[in-house]
Every structure is written in C-alpha cells, then in structure tokens.
C-alpha cells in the first residue's frame, strides 16, 4: 500500500473519531457523559491524525516528532478527563442542596 493512501486512511479515521466525539459532546446531558464522550477524541482522533501525518512525512525527525505529539495526545487526554471529572465531582459535592 501506499504511504500517501494509508496516511489517507489514517487521516478520515481520526478525524471521524474526532466529528462523532464533537457531535456526541453537542447531544449528550450532563458533564459525565460529556467527557465519556470525548475520551475518543483525546485517546483515538488527535492520535489517529498525528499518525497520518508522521506517515505521510516520512522517516526522518519531523515524523518522530509527530509521533511524539501523538503519544502525549493521547496520554495526556486520557489524565484530563479523569482529573474533570474528579473536579466535576467534587465540586457538585459541595455544592449546597
């Protein structure tokens, strides 16, 4: 295959992932199913583009790069949305009934 198509393929998988989060995060109430929404986007859309684009550079520093921007996307997605919604939590907590 070529590295152009599978940096296509790569390329509308992520963003798909990234329209559903988006169109999930529009429809759904309430905070919780809110961030269970976007949980995608941080750990499957902005890796998936990330991907695509290392690929479609090539082998070189620019790709490694992309790739590390990827990882961190999808780790530091992953620790966002745990630490909103420990936030979340706490603070409806505390909120006075």
């Given at each position: 295959?070529?590295r152009?198509?599978?940096?296509?393929?790569?390329?509308w998988?992520?963003?798909?992932?990234l329209?559903?989060?988006?169109?999930?995060?529009?429809?759904?109430?309430?905070?919780?199913?809110?961030?269970?929404a976007?949980?995608p986007?941080?750990g499957?859309?902005?890796?998936?583009?990330?991907?695509?684009l290392?690929?479609?550079?090539?082998?070189?520093?620019?790709?490694?790069?992309?790739?590390?921007?990827g990882?961190?996307?999808?780790?530091?997605g992953?620790?966002?949305?745990?630490?909103?919604?420990?936030?979340?939590?706490?603070?409806?907590?505390?909120?006075?009934?």
């Open positions: 295959m070529d152009h198509v599978l940096a296509l393929v790569l390329l998988a992520g963003t798909a992932a329209l559903l989060a988006a169109l999930a995060l529009v429809v759904l109430p309430g905070p919780y199913l809110r961030l269970h976007l949980s986007a941080a499957l859309g902005a890796p998936l583009v990330a991907l695509a290392a690929v479609d550079t090539g082998p070189g520093r620019a790709a490694v790069k992309l790739l590390v921007v990882l961190l996307s999808a780790v530091g992953t620790v966002t949305t745990m630490a909103v919604a420990r936030a979340t939590l706490r603070t409806e907590s505390e909120a006075p009934r």
